[in-house]
Every structure is written in C-alpha cells, then in structure tokens.
C-alpha cells in the first residue's frame, strides 16, 4: 500500500474547507477526541455546576458531547459550529429540549448583543487567524454580568510531530499556534480587561506516531496551514514512526504534548 494518510492542506482563510474537514469527522469525531474531552471538562469547571433557566452559547460545539453537559446542567443552549454535520451529530445526541442550533462563524456570530449569560468555547478558537476578532464577537453576545470561557492551543503544541516531521521533509504537517502573549494582546485588542488565563501543559501518549496521526484525522483537524502536497506515502509514515522513536519514554510510550490556554472573561 503506498498511499496510506490523506492530509488535507488548505489556504488560512477557507473556512469552507475548515468545515468540510470538520464535517468528514463527524462520524468518528467521538471515538478519537480524548484529549478534547479533558480540555472541555477543565473548561466546565470553571462555571457553575447549576445552570437552570440561563442561556449559554456552546461554540465550536462539534458532536455536541459538552452542549449536552451544558443541557444536564439545566441550561437553555445555543449550538454553533461551521460544519453543518457537527451540527446533526450535537442535534442526535441532544435533541430539541432547551436545545437550539444554528450554522455560524465565531468571527460573525449572528446573534444580538447580550444574548447569553454563557459563552463556552473549547478548541475552536486555534481555527480563527487573528483571535481578537472571535473574543470581541463572544463579549458582544454576553450580558453585562455574565462569563466567556474558552480554550485554545498554544505555540509549542506537538512539537514532537513538528520536530519528527522536520528530518524527514520540508512541508508543514504542523499548524503554528499563537503565543500566550499574543492570547494577552488579543484580549486587550478585543476590550477583556476582566480575565484570567490558565496555561497546562497536557501530554496524551501513544503506542505509535500513527495513532496520533489517526487521532488527528478522526477529530477533523488534517487542516494545516501551508501548501498542500497532497497524500501522505506510506513510506513517509514510516520515517515518522522511526523519527518519533526518539521521544519515547521507559514503557515504551510516545509523547503527544499540548500547550493549553483556559481563559475566563467575565463581562
């Protein structure tokens, strides 16, 4: 077999190929998203556990795992998310019960100034090219007494796939990520004086480089900022795998590490 991982490359700006890349993942979304349900659940503690009668918008929302979360709490939810079959996926397994559900783009929300008491957004954020954009439409959509919460990936995240990929060729596999002081202009730029940051460090290990490549593909995120080369070869795989052996550790586990931003704004 010579043609084993479609990595699909395309332009910063295309939302629509974002979409889509998220919209092939729905189906397996689930079964690979461990480390976006630690991230998640981290981001929930930092609101109430009773959110009877208050409105909260769930964006980004995928298959809808945290909308409903927010639903057990008792909370009216808004799901938003740019694929629209991440959409069907949170409606399946939510229902219409306090639930609503609207195709949109984090940088143009399409609702009314004030409209939440909660905005929670979880590893969405890393897909807008300028941050403040999305942290200024999410105040918008909040009321004067209520909370952002929302998580995004950070400069220094895999870099072991980074660095892996680096000996083997010169394409970007990778997509960069801000730094935690861009995450600080943009707050300021997008007017959150009121906030505060979390920075963890997450690592998820794996038996090989290629489950985390297959981890990668299930959640939809083979949407890397560069040129596209089109298929991954075989052959490839396999020098990755040989390259990753390097960061392996005394059980014989591959590291996967994450630079994690938790960041809570409240109006």
């Given at each position: 077999?010579?043609r084993?991982?479609?990595?699909?490359l395309?332009?910063?700006?295309?939302?629509?190929?974002?979409a889509d890349?998220?919209?092939?993942?729905?189906?397996?979304?689930?079964?690979?998203?461990?480390?976006q349900?630690?991230?998640?659940?981290?981001?929930?503690?930092?609101?109430?556990?009773?959110?009877?009668?208050?409105?909260?918008?769930?964006?980004?929302?995928?298959?809808?795992?945290?909308?409903?979360?927010?639903?057990?709490?008792?909370?009216?939810?808004?799901?938003?998310?740019?694929?629209?079959?991440?959409?069907?996926?949170?409606?399946?397994?939510?229902?219409?019960?306090?639930?609503?559900?609207?195709?949109?783009?984090?940088?143009?929300?399409?609702?009314?100034?004030?409209?939440?008491d909660?905005?929670?957004?979880s590893?969405?954020l890393?897909?807008?090219?300028?941050?403040?954009?999305?942290?200024?439409?999410?105040?918008?959509?909040?009321?004067?007494?209520g909370?952002?919460?929302?998580?995004?990936l950070?400069?220094?995240?895999?870099?072991?796939?980074?660095?892996?990929?680096?000996?083997?060729?010169s394409?970007?596999?990778?997509n960069?990520?801000?730094?935690?002081?861009?995450?600080?202009?943009?707050?300021?730029?997008?007017?959150?004086?009121?906030?505060?940051?979390?920075?963890?460090?997450?690592?998820?290990?794996?038996?090989?480089?290629?489950?985390?490549?297959?981890?990668?593909?299930?959640?939809?995120?083979?949407?890397?900022?560069?040129?596209s080369?089109?298929?991954t070869?075989?052959?490839?795989?396999?020098?990755?795998?040989?390259?990753?052996?390097?960061?392996?550790?005394?059980?014989?586990?591959?590291?996967?590490?994450?630079?994690?931003?938790?960041?809570?704004?409240?109006?």
């Open positions: 077999m010579e084993a991982l479609d990595v699909d395309f332009s910063q700006n295309d939302k629509t190929a974002i890349a998220f919209g092939k993942a729905a189906a397996t979304y689930d079964a690979h998203a461990a480390f349900r630690d991230v998640g659940h981290r981001l929930l503690d930092l609101i109430p556990l009773d959110l009877t009668g208050r409105t909260v918008l769930d964006l980004g929302c995928g298959t809808g795992y945290f909308s409903q979360v927010l639903q057990q709490r008792g909370a009216k939810v808004t799901c938003v998310d740019l694929s629209a079959e991440m959409l069907q996926a949170a409606k399946s397994r939510c229902g219409t019960d306090n639930m609503t559900y609207q195709q949109g783009d984090a940088e143009q929300l399409p609702f009314a100034s004030g409209r939440f909660y905005v929670f957004s590893l969405a890393q897909w807008c090219d300028d941050l403040s954009i999305p942290l200024k439409e999410m105040r918008r959509v909040t009321n004067e007494s909370r952002i919460v929302f998580s995004t950070l400069d220094g995240s895999l870099f072991e796939l980074r660095r892996s990929w680096s000996k083997i060729d394409y970007q596999h990778v960069d990520f801000i730094t935690t002081n861009q995450v600080k202009i943009a707050l300021a730029q997008s007017g959150c004086s009121n906030h505060r940051l979390d920075l963890p460090s997450i690592t998820v290990w794996y038996d090989t480089a290629f489950s985390l490549m297959r981890d990668l593909k299930g959640i939809g995120a083979n949407h890397v900022n560069g040129r080369h089109g298929l070869s075989r052959k490839a795989l396999l020098n990755l795998e040989r390259e990753y052996q390097t960061f392996k550790n005394h059980q014989g586990l591959l590291p996967a590490t994450y630079q994690v931003c938790l960041g809570v704004i409240n109006r």
